[in-house]
């Protein structure tokens, strides 16, 4: 509604052109669909040009008839937006291509229904892609024992009371009813617009908010029942990681000490054993040594996510809980973190609940995917299956708001 009030005031005065800077980035796919719809129309009616700037190709070429490609302040290419998708020239436009989220499980999904293998056919130096598609491979080998859940939901259900200023409050159910599965090793996709409800079913997990119905078992154990000392234990376990780590990382600590303090919180080792240990972690995320004496605000997004892995994988976690631990990256950021996440998991014997609104990251991520509406499960499959098969309206428009999904793609 904020976004939609910027462009009526944009446009109230009839501008000839209208300059949309990353108007949607911040928004999940189907408002994302719903904004871009409502802009489109308005300014086809009013004659109005627009300026569309965006880091992802994919929606660009969707929404314009033109594209300019810039990188360090130069443009390297320009011409017609589906031209310059199919066939492009330079290589930074190659990995743009490449990287976009949204547009490359369609191209995984083509290869994969031509029975081709897309390295030989990725001559183009697009290595993000080869990254992207060798993530797909790895995850669905490392898809688990399925007889042994790490994670288990049974019906769980968390009740909020709201409160209205007056004495009672109302009751909002967030997450109803909710029952899932997590093989050890395997990644579970928990999607669906906001306020479906996952971040919730995430704190449920780590035991941040307390269920109202139902259990959660963590290794067959009902976390509820645990006492202060296990649920200690338990914590070592299960890291989390979240958006935006920016605002989750302390400004005033340097990434050492940001690093070390679930070591310290938890009284693991000697202080030397505890450096160690954080300079063991920080080569895992591919950080330099250098950057632990520095702040949060002096290093990138994609340096900061590294940063919070690194910080819950200190305490040799066997769950990390990433709640849209990609979604605020550019796409060649969002393509290496991604393919980070899938060396880690298979180097260390991890177990993902990996949550998202943006389903073109599923596909490179996930095995299996549980898609969320209003707290309630509508689908629950694997990840091919629900990209090639979706059995709900909801999930097939939660498919077809991926930007560039209609796109046909000279691959
Ligand atoms: P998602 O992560 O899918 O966007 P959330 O789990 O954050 O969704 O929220 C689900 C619903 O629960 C939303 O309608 C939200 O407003 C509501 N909600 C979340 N936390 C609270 C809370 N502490 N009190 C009341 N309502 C909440
Ligand atoms: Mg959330």
Partial sequence: MRQRVLISIGLSSHPKLLIADE???????????????????????????????????????????????????????????????????????????????????????????????????????????????????????SAGDASTPVIEFRDVTKVFKIRTGGPRSIPFTAVDNVSFQVPKGSTMALVGESGSGKSTAAKLLLRLEDITSGSIHVDGKDVAKLGKQELMRLRSKMQPVFQDPYGSLDPLHNIGNTIAEPLNVHKLGDAASRKARVREVLEQVALPETVLTRYPNELSGGQRQRVAIARALALKPEIVV?????????????????????ELQSELDLTYLFITHDLAVVRVIADHVTVMQRGKVVEQSTVDEVFDNPKTEYTRELLAAIPGADIPLGV
């Fill in 23 to 141: 108007p949607t980035s911040a928004l999940d796919v189907t408002v994302q669909k719903v904004i871009l719809d409502h802009l489109e129309s308005l300014t086809t009616e009013s004659n109005t040009a627009v300026i569309f700037i965006t880091h992802d190709l994919g929606l660009a070429a969707e929404r314009a008839e033109n594209l300019v490609v810039m990188h360090r302040g130069r443009i390297v290419e320009s011409g017609p937006a589906r031209e310059i998708l199919q066939d492009p020239q330079h290589p930074y436009t190659q990995r743009l291509v490449a990287a976009a989220p949204s547009l490359a499980s369609q191209r995984i999904q083509s290869a994969v229904s031509r029975g081709t293998s897309l390295d030989a056919e990725e001559t183009k130096g697009a290595d993000a892609s080869v990254d992207l598609v060798s993530v797909a491979e790895r995850t669905v080998e």
């Fill in 322 to 342: 990433l709640d849209e631990a990609v979604s605020a990256l550019d796409v060649l950021v969002q393509a290496q973190v991604l393919n980070l996440l899938a």
